[in-house]
């Protein structure tokens, strides 16, 4: 029978919240329930055999894969404590099974755990991810992270990649903005995904920013020309300063 932790810990909360009624300005809740987290760690519960949520997966290690499923099945969410016990236990090799998985729940767990343990994963795997419309943004965002950390040679895949792409989304420009600079291919790719995305001028003018790359100064320029919306317009023009660009001929 799964055992739903969370359901537990809110349980936990709602009867020292009524118990406590009246003690509690509203504004101080958020706080309490962040205290009452930690405790809730090594308190023992009739539902989890007398257990506490730290030592319940202790004796289930062998069992864990199996839980997961079952968690999976029921529609019961997946808890932080099934996710360190998974961490704890799962070897490289099936934490790689994971993330080859096509399930994108199995995908995600995979890589979290290999954060922790550092099963090896091929860059064409998270290259992959990070296209794949079927990976949530939860995935995408802990393959980007990997990716990130991976160095040069990975990130040239990835450049390599979003080259062939008509419209690259935020997620990859931020990898290859924060580890690329003054790249002409780069920038390009960069202004590119700028004009195709004008409804997150702010967004995709951070990108270049932290590319550095002057070389994008007439291409922004014209655009500032052409911006009525304020908050874009202005994000433009703090680039345009960032990069060495002025913005008085622009205003005129």
């Known amino acids: 029978m799964i055992v739903d932790i969370e ?18 300005d509203a504004d101080k809740i958020q706080d309490v329930k962040n205290e009452l987290y ?7 519960f009739d539902e989890l055999d007398g257990l506490t ?27 932080d404590y099934l996710i360190d016990a998974l961490k704890r236990n799962l070897s490289k090799d099936k934490t790689l099974e994971f993330i080859n998985s096509a399930d994108d729940r199995l995908v995600k767990i995979g890589l979290e755990i290999a954060q922790f343990n ?59 903005a924060g580890t690329t600079y003054k790249r002409d291919d780069v920038t390009q790719l960069l202004l590119s995904s700028l004009n195709k995305n004008l409804d997150s001028v702010p967004e995709f003018c951070s990108y270049l920013s932290r590319h550095g790359d002057d070389s994008a100064l007439d291409s922004l320029c014209a655009l500032a020309k052409t911006v009525t919306d304020k908050i874009a317009l202005k994000e433009l023009f703090m680039t345009i300063e960032a990069l060495g660009g002025d913005i008085d001929s622009i205003k005129k």
């Not at 930690?38 to 023992?44: E, N, W």
Request: aromatic share 8%.
């Open 53 to 79: 949520p730290n030592t319940y997966y202790d004796d289930k290690t062998n069992l864990l894969e199996q839980i997961l499923k079952e968690h999976f099945d029921s529609g019961v969410k997946v808890n």
């Open 118 to 176: 550092g099963a090896e994963i091929t860059d064409n795997r998270l290259i992959g991810l990070l296209f794949d419309k079927n990976s949530s943004q939860d995935t995408k965002e802990l393959a980007a992270i990997i990716l990130k950390e991976s160095g040069c040679s990975a990130v040239n895949k990835l450049i390599d990649k979003c080259l062939t792409e008509d419209n690259v989304p935020g997620v990859l420009c931020d990898i290859i």
């Open 7 to 24: 359901k537990i810990f809110k349980q936990y909360v709602t009867a020292y919240l009524v118990k406590n009624k009246g003690k509690i």
């Open 38 to 44: 930690i405790s809730f760690q090594d308190t023992a």
